[in-house]
């Protein structure tokens, strides 16, 4: 590790002789900031120098009572712009030359606006983040991206922000679930396909806000869903005109990858197209996904995905969305897992070959009527079929360790091999219809939504296990042989009604009414016919694994509430009832058992506007939570004979009550923000596992209900400007504390888990040609049982990475990431750790720099493998799979785009 400081100090020496070498003569801009009407001194107006043909300023500062003093190093024509709080910001233009040794002088007299504040700083354009209410917007410009970065590069930068390895958003620990484009659908739930193909610099703001259903926009109030919600606003000269990007590729090892995007906006009609196919873990789309070393083997995708947008005429507006997904991987994966079972513990060893190849279409369409200024109709329906084929090998070994202290008592308890083989096919469809209702008298308003859904899969499935049984003297105790054919068949069907209305008791205060009814149906069979080798055929019926089973669940739930929009205070006070009704029926025993439940839980919301620019939450949600067929289902799943899992009929239905904190905060003088959220949860009658241990250390396990279940949470991040405004930083810190109980061996075990952690974000961009990007996370974890307080483990998690790319002469950029991670020792298991660098150089050719002949090369120090970690209420795993080997892939790769008074990156 201590290579990393030297190389970061390098980077560093290397920007300022960039800078010192590009600089000419200083030229001075002085000037004065006044109010047009009273000509005070404006002290604390933000000032910039823009170079008419970039999109990023040279320098930024704060006014002071004698004005300002800007420096610039090279002649040419530049913008100067001012902003102030409650100001319409002004510009002017500056032009020097080699002539002008002596100081430039400029004076503003800026105007008050009438518009909304926040309107005024979103067009300003220099603050990085703004906060109004519940909603948190990120300026794009604040935020320096490379060119032909896409979105998912600009997101990695916003503090608070994350994307994991497989391009999953989340936001404070919140999923990202929705995507709007100007504030409207267009990509109707299709996150990645946004992220990962619109460009960076087509983005003006970025706004993240609590996700709502159809019925909370209509009346404004708050019906959580739990996830996130991000509006990507265009700059105004982007909202109209045509991009794209078209590359392919080819290198060693028969390595290829090809595709490309064209997009075009328009207003009321826009389209996105997009398709790819590559053999190389999708690291390459025209640029390297740079997100460090993949946890899926290898694989070869092809995918195809259209969007679509059209205002058919004044009242009706249709969006399309399709798309086709096809992928062939192989993984090699060894993994550790130890499973604490009160005085003893197995140790399990595992070797996995596995290949799987998956086939899946997505057509969703959704039409908006607006039938007159009051009423609107949506309509939305999907359809999704799938298909896949997969098969994998697992050797497994198996240690008992029994006693405390040391020497511990231990010996080979188990092994045995199993191939499990599977064809599956389906398909899922919805169906939602959503009505909108305003009426004349303000805040009075009527919602009505219906939604159908079904879902239907088959499987035929084979399995084949040997498992060998050993007593603690190394005699064989027990020999399982099982070779097995099956087929199955699961579908389930989902009707619900949604009714709400609004009376307004003041222009300010509102009281809601709603009901909610939803029933839906599951059904599952199994059959299962184990090998005769009188016959050679797979005929005889197997009882244990086979089964025909029948659930249904009603859900009703009523509310009312109290609702206030004060200048200064939103809050909502109300009460809900649920009653949920369950219905099992095991057709092939002919038992049937039914259960109802009643919970009565508040309704409670409240957004404090503190001062301008920052706003704190208080909120509490309750919802309940069905088993799902699987765990009802009295049917053992054999697919791991080292760990066999049994569904419970009796099963009661959860629920969880939640409470949440924000606070969200912007100094407007220092840019610099904050966030914190801070959440807490208990479950009533959570659903867990309860493990018993078989012969030869085979786990057995069974979902029960359980209470006392609870978890904490909190994470907070502060983002700041750098030094001269040439970049953004952050630092997060999160912790986290579940409470879990369950069942080992027929006793009560306790599982506290702590994870605690911080993350640091530096978004440096030194020079116009020099980007680097850092990004340390540090993690403790650390888990606590109340059987036996030996096998309590902790381990340090790290994971650091840097990157940069920087212009050379001849039109020519380098550029490099190196991620290094490690995950330490955990109990019995050794640490382990990776490091893993990607390169990349390419020539800019053409007229205007579109063309670019590229050369990437990946994994340059050949890791072989890649470590995960996973931890359970009564276990630790790592394991490692296999790596594409170093690659380089040599491409030709066109960008295109046209926009009304706008220009390509780069030119």
């Known amino acids: 590790m201590h290579f990393r400081v030297p190389l970061l100090i390098l980077l560093v020496m290397l920007s300022q002789a960039v800078r010192a070498q590009t600089r000419g003569t200083t030229h001075y801009i002085r000037g004065s900031v006044r109010d047009s009407i009273s000509e005070a001194v404006m002290e604390e107006a933000t000032i910039s120098c823009w170079p008419l043909k970039s999109d990023h300023p040279v320098h930024t500062l704060r006014s002071n009572k004698n004005g300002f003093l800007l420096r610039v190093y090279q002649t040419g024509h530049y913008r100067i712009i001012a902003t102030y709080l409650g100001y319409i910001p002004d510009t002017l233009s500056v032009t020097i030359t080699e002539k002008d040794t002596t100081e430039v002088f400029v004076n503003f007299r800026m105007q008050r606006s009438s518009k909304p504040l926040m309107e005024v700083i979103v067009k300003a354009n220099i603050p990085p983040v703004i906060v109004k209410s519940d909603t948190i917007g990120f300026n794009a410009g604040a935020y320096p991206t490379r060119p032909y970065a896409?979105?998912?590069?600009?997101?990695?930068?916003?503090?608070?922000?994350?994307?994991?390895?497989?391009?999953?958003?989340?936001?404070?620990?919140?999923?990202?679930?929705?995507?709007?484009?100007?504030?409207?659908?267009?990509?109707?739930?299709?996150?990645?396909?946004?992220?990962?193909?619109?460009?960076?610099?087509?983005?003006?703001?970025?706004?993240?806000?609590?996700s709502q259903t159809e019925q909370g926009k209509l009346t404004g109030i708050r019906d959580n869903t739990g996830g996130k919600t991000l509006n990507i606003k265009l700059k105004k000269d982007r909202k109209s005109g045509y991009f794209g990007k078209l590359y392919a590729g080819g290198g060693n090892d028969n390595s290829y990858a090809a595709g490309g995007t064209a997009a075009s906006l328009g207003g009321d009609r826009n389209l996105f197209i997009n398709g790819e196919t590559n053999n190389i873990n999708n690291q390459f789309n025209g640029t390297e996904n740079n997100i460090g070393p993949t946890s899926s083997g290898i694989q070869t995708l092809t995918n195809v995905n259209l969007n679509y947008r059209d205002k058919l005429s004044k009242k009706i507006t249709a969006i399309v969305n399709g798309g086709l997904y096809r992928s062939h991987g192989s993984q090699v994966q060894s993994s550790n897992r130890q499973t604490f079972l009160g005085d003893s513990s197995l140790i399990e060893n595992r070797l996995s070959n596995s290949s799987n190849l998956s086939t899946a279409g997505r057509i969703d369409v959704r039409l908006e009527y607006q039938i007159d200024s009051n009423r609107m109709l949506n309509v939305q329906s999907n359809w999704n079929p799938q298909s896949g084929d997969n098969s994998s090998v697992d050797t497994v070994g198996i240690v008992t360790q029994q006693g405390q202290g040391d020497p511990v008592k231990s010996w080979r308890s188990s092994q045995g091999q199993t191939r499990n083989t599977s064809h599956v096919s389906g398909y899922s469809y919805t169906n939602n219809v959503d009505f909108r209702q305003r009426f004349q008298k303000k805040g009075r308003t009527f919602y009505m939504g219906l939604n159908q859904s079904s879902r239907r899969q088959d499987q035929t499935a084979g399995l084949y296990s040997l498992v060998n049984a050993f007593d603690s003297l190394g005699n064989l105790s027990q020999h399982t042989l099982r070779d097995q054919r099956?087929?199955?068949?699961?579908?389930?069907?989902?009707?619900?009604?949604?009714?709400?209305?609004?009376?307004?008791?003041?222009?300010?205060?509102?009281?809601?009414?709603?009901?909610?009814?939803?029933?839906?149906?599951?059904?599952?069979?199994?059959?299962?016919?184990?090998?005769?080798?009188?016959?050679?055929?797979?005929?005889?019926?197997?009882?244990?694994?086979?089964?025909?089973?029948?659930?249904?669940?009603?859900?009703?739930?009523?509310?009312?509430?109290?609702?206030?929009?004060?200048?200064?205070?939103?809050?909502?006070?109300?009460?809900?009832?649920?009653?949920?009704?369950?219905?099992?029926?095991?057709?092939?025993?002919?038992?049937h058992i039914v259960q109802h439940f009643t919970n009565w839980f508040p309704r409670a919301n409240l957004i404090w506007t503190l001062v301008q620019g920052r706003t704190m939450r208080f909120g509490y949600s309750g919802y309940s939570q069905t088993p799902s067929i699987d765990q009802l289902q009295p049917l053992p799943d054999l697919t791991n004979p080292f760990l066999v899992k049994v569904g419970n009929p009796d099963l009661r239905q959860s629920f969880q009550h939640n409470m949440e904190v924000e606070f969200n905060s912007f100094n407007t003088k220092s840019l610099?923000?904050?966030?914190?959220?801070?959440?807490?949860?208990?479950?009533?009658?959570?659903?867990?596992?309860?493990?018993?241990?078989?012969?030869?250390?085979?786990?057995?396990?069974?979902?029960?209900?359980?209470?006392?279940?609870?978890?904490?949470?909190?994470?907070?991040?502060?983002?700041?400007?750098?030094?001269?405004?040439?970049?953004?930083?952050?630092?997060?810190?999160?912790?986290?504390?579940?409470?879990?109980?369950?069942?080992?061996?027929?006793?009560?075990?306790?599982?506290?888990?702590?994870?605690?952690?911080?993350?640091?974000?530096?978004?440096?961009?030194?020079?116009?040609?020099?980007?680097?990007?850092?990004?340390?996370?540090?993690?403790?974890?650390?888990?606590?049982?109340?059987?036996?307080?030996?096998?309590?483990?902790?381990?340090?998690?790290?994971?650091?990475?840097?990157?940069?790319?920087?212009?050379?002469?001849?039109?020519?950029?380098?550029?490099?990431?190196?991620?290094?991670?490690?995950?330490?020792?955990?109990?019995?298991l050794p640490a382990r750790a990776i490091s893993y660098w990607n390169a990349a150089a390419y020539k800019s050719i053409f007229r205007n720099h579109s063309g670019q002949v590229r050369l990437s090369v990946f994994n340059i120090l050949n890791g072989a493998s890649n470590v995960s970690q996973g931890i359970g209420p009564n276990y630790i795993e790592t394991s490692r799979s296999n790596l594409i080997g170093r690659l380089w892939l040599l491409s030709m790769v066109w960008n295109f785009r046209k926009f009304p008074g706008g220009k390509p990156p780069g030119s």
């Open 486 to 591: 099956s087929t199955q068949t699961s579908d389930g069907d989902n009707y619900a009604l949604r009714l709400s209305y609004t009376e307004p008791l003041s222009p300010r205060h509102i009281l809601d009414f709603g009901y909610r009814i939803s029933s839906s149906t599951s059904h599952n069979d199994k059959q299962s016919f184990d090998y005769d080798s009188t016959t050679g055929r797979w005929d005889i019926p197997d009882t244990l694994t086979s089964n025909r089973f029948f659930n249904r669940t009603t859900v009703q739930n009523f509310h009312a509430g109290f609702n206030a929009d004060d200048p200064k205070f939103r809050y909502q006070l109300g009460l809900a009832v649920q009653l949920t009704d369950l219905d099992n029926q095991n057709y092939t025993i002919k038992a």
């Open 672 to 828: 610099q923000n904050w966030q914190l959220n801070f959440q807490g949860g208990f479950t009533q009658d959570a659903i867990t596992a309860s493990t018993v241990l078989l012969g030869g250390g085979v786990q057995q396990l069974k979902y029960v209900n359980i209470s006392g279940n609870y978890n904490l949470s909190s994470n907070l991040t502060y983002g700041f400007p750098l030094w001269a405004r040439q970049g953004n930083g952050s630092i997060g810190l999160h912790g986290q504390f579940n409470h879990q109980n369950g069942f080992l061996n027929g006793q009560r075990n306790n599982t506290d888990a702590t994870y605690t952690g911080a993350i640091f974000k530096l978004n440096y961009r030194p020079s116009e040609k020099l980007f680097v990007d850092v990004n340390a996370v540090l993690d403790y974890n650390a888990n606590a049982y109340s059987l036996n307080k030996d096998q309590n483990t902790r381990t340090w998690i790290q994971n650091y990475t840097l990157s940069f790319s920087y212009q050379l002469p001849l039109t020519i950029t380098a550029s490099s990431f190196y991620n290094w991670q490690q995950t330490g020792s955990q109990g019995s």
């Open 150 to 210: 896409t979105v998912e590069d600009l997101l990695k930068k916003l503090p608070g922000i994350s994307v994991d390895k497989d391009g999953n958003v989340t936001m404070q620990g919140k999923k990202i679930d929705k995507i709007l484009v100007d504030g409207k659908e267009f990509f109707l739930g299709d996150i990645k396909t946004a992220t990962q193909n619109l460009p960076a610099e087509i983005v003006a703001q970025v706004e993240a806000f609590d």
